[in-house]
T-cell receptor
């Protein structure tokens, strides 16, 4: 079945360093959504990408959707301690009305 | 607008008991999704419901688990005869219309279920 593979599973950085997480699928995705879950919290919607090659920015966060709509990335510039959490990508399963989530990338930061 | 409301936040049950988890979607949302999350893992889809209808329950175990979303009242996820492996965080999410229309999902705070 359709899967969304996300790497890396864990990432530890020094505060101020950059961070990137990647999502890949073997099938074309209609759209990709990104969520952030703080430790002990619930997933919070960040952004949705729909168009091929789309790039969106939210302050220090840059989201990209690949030209073939099979991969996506989230890049954080100059991480801060408030960026700690797990970042998930998700995409609607083809032909069904449900989201398939990537495994998530857990970001920890050394202040 | 109140967000997605889940209760209880924490639930402790002994093996063999029943667990009932409740979810009230955001105002104006008629689509409810339940997910299970084990520690250090991702979100696993369980079931998708609209009012009085189960649309997709492909992620829900065939035995002991059931879900409903009645015409009035919250959605209920029910786990009968709980076992230790049921210990997890259960999240509910809602959206105004189905994912086919590319709507993001709004999550509740979750219910942390612990089985003794």
């Amino acid at each position: 079945g359709q899967q969304v593979m996300q790497i890396p599973q864990y990432q530890h950085v020094q505060e101020g360093e950059d961070f990137t997480t990647y999502c890949n699928s073997s099938t074309t995705l209609s759209n990709i959504q990104w969520y952030k879950q703080r430790p002990g919290g619930h997933p919070v919607f960040l952004i949705q990408l729909v168009k091929s090659g789309e790039v969106k920015k939210q302050k220090r966060l840059t989201f990209q959707f690949g030209e073939a709509k099979k991969n996506s990335s989230l890049h954080i510039t100059a991480t801060q301690t408030t960026d700690v959490g797990t970042y998930f990508c998700a995409s609607p399963l083809q032909g069904a009305q449900k989201l398939v989530f990537g495994q998530g990338t857990r970001l920890t930061i050394n202040p | 607008n109140a967000g997605v409301m889940q209760n209880p936040r924490h639930l402790v049950r002994r093996r063999g008991q029943e667990a009932r988890l409740r979810c009230s979607p955001m105002k104006g949302h008629s689509h409810v999704y339940w997910y299970r999350q084990l520690p250090e893992e991702g979100l696993k889809f369980m079931v998708y419901l609209q009012k009085e209808n189960i649309i997709d329950e492909s992620g829900m175990p065939k035995e002991r688990f059931s879900a409903e979303f009645p015409k009035e009242g919250p959605s209920i996820l029910r786990i009968q005869q709980v076992v230790r492996g049921d210990s997890a965080a259960y999240f509910c999410a809602s959206s105004p219309i189905g994912q086919g229309s590319n709507q993001p999902q709004h999550f509740g705070d979750g219910t942390r279920l612990s089985i003794l």
